[in-house]
């Protein structure tokens, strides 16, 4: 190959890559107009953590050597469809469907595909809820629509999964039956905090709702 064909490729590589930082630009801003606006409004903040990531070059020719499809940027753009990558936690499985909802509103957001882990978990005990979102990003000569894969889980999900990934990379992806088993249990324990953690919420709530309500009664007398 010729040093002008790698530089090429190089600066061609480059520009591709920033289209997906730009993507988790756009959408970490509107997470973050999100969580103010609602702390205005509800006085309460659904969103307890973000943390994006651009998967690296490496990972991504890795990927799409094994799923056997074309090695060019078109092919990239089109199967590779986690390059960029947003993982919000949430407090409550609740926060989880409303900030879906308040992100499938969005105009300029198409939902490409979503997987609910926490209506169907996998094998596993893995639990999230995934989206596959695409999104404009306005250039200097161009308008690009790119993939960012959502994943929205609770801080009990999150700390399940953490560990498991862990695990998972401890062994080799070979977790010996006993630990997935205890996994899978721990995963059912986690389920269950946080259907308590919710119900618990949710009678706060009440009281809350329900002495704001003495209150103005009296304010009225
Ligand atoms: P990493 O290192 O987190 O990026 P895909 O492989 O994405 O084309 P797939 O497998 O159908 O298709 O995607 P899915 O089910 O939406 O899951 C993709 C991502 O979800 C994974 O990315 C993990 O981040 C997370 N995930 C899925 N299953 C599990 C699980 O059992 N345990 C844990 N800890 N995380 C999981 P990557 O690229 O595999 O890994």
Redesign the pocket.
Known sequence: IDFKDIKKLKLEMTRFMMAYKFALDEMNTKLNILKEEFNYIHDYNPIEHVSS?V?SPE?IFK?ILK?GCPLSLDSIKHN???IA?L?ITVSFISDIYKLKNMLESQKDITIIET?D?IKHP?P???Q?L?M?IEIPIFMSDREEKVFV?V?IRTIAMDF??????KI?YKYNKEIPENLVQELKEAATTANALDLKMERLNKEILEHKAAEQKKEETLITI
């Open positions: 990531r998967k990972s990927k799923k590779i469809r986690d990558g993982r997987k882990y996998k596993n005990g893995y999230s995934h596959i894969e994943q399940w999964a953490s560990l498991e990934h998972y």
